[in-house]
């Protein structure tokens, strides 16, 4: 008997966690789910999953681990339809970029015995620069030499905390264990706020006074700095994802700020060396960060290559072990 995966949202994420899983087709059961069922079938094609489900509940009621891997502006209402169908001791996880809400929803929308367990994946180096999106991007290697951050709200299953990390192992990644309020300061940082520095250019120069010349001469620069809009079907998810970690993007966007004050305090006063000191640091900066993702050998995180894989019969033991904490009705 398999374990019942089932994948809500089909894109790079949850279509390449379908392709993971499936070089392990004897331990899982991949059902996928998504809104365009187009979208579901060309995954079954691809095989990222085994079966299509179209309606929700369906596809998951005999779940035994459900993966929201889902725009943060959708997150809160597929909870709400699915968690009065989710079996005993289910376990939801999710791969959006602010945890601490999410946690928040599962612990008030979730009926007592299911579980949640926040995910973000940090995928393969190879692929920050690739231009595919959706589950066109989808990669069976997507987070080899990656890590999946894992956050539980306190009170989670032990159980249901080591089965996440048993999927960061068979996906290819390490697992990393943060707190939720961590892990939502850290991506405010590096996933939120280039997407709203992106905006901001653009807001700055588009149909403003000059674009019609600045237009015809805007080059790589202005293209890969505004590009990451161009991975956004509409703007709602990076709406939410900024609301609902208001306080941690405002302190990422005030040090920015504080960036770009000191460089215009430098250009204004003519101070030539203050400037270039500036610029060397930050090209410096970015180098050794560059270096340091490429080699993935990160002090934080156990390489992937010194872990062992759990065999199925131990990532069994996790979900007997969640079943185990009910006690028997007398």
Same mark, same amino acid.
């Given at each position: 008997?398999?374990?019942?995966?089932?994948?809500?949202?089909?894109?790079? $994420?949850?279509?390449?966690?379908?392709?993971?899983?499936?070089?392990?087709?004897?331990?899982?059961?991949?059902?996928?789910?998504?809104?365009?069922?187009?979208?579901?079938?060309?995954?079954?094609?691809?095989?990222?999953?085994?079966?299509?489900?179209?309606?929700?509940?369906?596809?998951?009621?005999?779940?035994?681990?459900? $993966?929201?891997?889902?725009?943060?502006?959708?997150? +809160?209402?597929?909870?709400?339809? %699915?968690?009065?169908?989710?079996?005993?001791?289910?376990?939801?996880?999710?791969?959006?970029?602010?945890?601490?809400?999410?946690?928040?929803?599962?612990?008030?929308?979730?009926?007592?015995?299911?579980?949640?367990?926040?995910?973000?994946?940090?995928?393969?180096?190879?692929?920050?620069?690739?231009?595919?999106?959706?589950?066109?991007?989808?990669?069976?290697?997507?987070?080899?030499?990656?890590?999946?951050? $894992?956050?539980?709200?306190?009170?989670?299953?032990?159980?249901?905390?080591?089965?996440?990390?048993?999927?960061?192992?068979?996906?290819?990644?390490?697992?990393?264990?943060?707190?939720?309020?961590?892990?939502?300061?850290?991506?405010?940082?590096?996933?939120?706020?280039?997407?709203?520095?992106?905006?901001?250019?653009?807001?700055?120069?588009?149909?403003?006074?000059?674009?019609?010349?600045?237009?015809?001469?805007?080059?790589?620069?202005?293209?890969?700095?505004?590009? $990451?809009?161009?991975?956004?079907?509409?703007?709602?998810?990076?709406?939410?994802?900024?609301?609902?970690?208001?306080?941690?993007?405002?302190?990422?966007?005030?040090?920015? %700020?504080?960036?770009?004050?000191?460089?215009?305090?430098?250009?204004?006063?003519?101070?030539?060396?203050?400037?270039?000191?500036?610029?060397?640091?930050?090209?410096?900066?970015?180098?050794?960060?560059?270096?340091?993702?490429?080699?993935?050998?990160?002090?934080?995180?156990?390489?992937?290559?010194?872990?062992?894989?759990?065999?199925?019969?131990?990532?069994?033991?996790?979900?007997?072990? %969640?079943?185990? +904490?009910?006690?028997?009705?007398?």
């Amino acid at each position: 008997m398999a374990i019942q995966v089932t994948i809500v949202g089909l894109g790079q $994420i949850g279509g390449s966690i379908g392709l993971a899983l499936g070089q392990h087709e004897k331990t899982f059961l991949r059902l996928g789910h998504d809104l365009d069922a187009s979208i579901t079938q060309k995954a079954k094609k691809i095989g990222a999953i085994d079966r299509t489900m179209f309606n929700l509940p369906s596809a998951i009621r005999e779940a035994d681990v459900v $993966i929201l891997s889902l725009p943060m502006d959708q997150i +809160r209402a597929t909870l709400q339809v %699915i968690a009065q169908d989710l079996k005993d001791q289910a376990v939801v996880l999710d791969t959006g970029p602010v945890k601490e809400a999410v946690a928040a929803w599962a612990g008030e929308l979730l009926p007592t015995g299911r579980y949640y367990v926040g995910l973000t994946p940090v995928i393969n180096p190879v692929y920050l620069h690739a231009l595919d999106r959706g589950l066109d991007a989808a990669r069976p290697d997507l987070f080899n030499h990656g890590l999946l951050a $894992i956050a539980s709200p306190a009170g989670t299953a032990s159980e249901a905390i080591k089965l996440a990390a048993d999927l960061a192992r068979l996906l290819g990644a390490a697992p990393l264990f943060v707190d939720p309020l961590e892990i939502d300061s850290l991506m405010a940082a590096t996933h939120i706020l280039p997407q709203l520095v992106a905006a901001a250019l653009l807001n700055a120069t588009v149909d403003q006074p000059g674009w019609h010349e600045a237009r015809k001469i805007a080059g790589r620069a202005y293209a890969e700095v505004t590009g $990451i809009t161009a991975q956004m079907d509409d703007a709602d998810p990076l709406l939410t994802s900024a609301i609902l970690s208001r306080d941690n993007v405002i302190r990422s966007m005030d040090g920015l %700020i504080a960036s770009l004050q000191a460089m215009r305090n430098d250009l204004a006063q003519g101070d030539a060396q203050a400037l270039q000191g500036r610029l060397r640091r930050a090209f410096h900066g970015r180098n050794e960060w560059w270096k340091q993702r490429q080699s993935a050998n990160w002090e934080e995180a156990q390489s992937t290559s010194e872990v062992k894989t759990s065999a199925s019969s131990e990532i069994f033991g996790r979900l007997l072990g %969640i079943r185990r +904490r009910t006690k028997p009705k007398a």
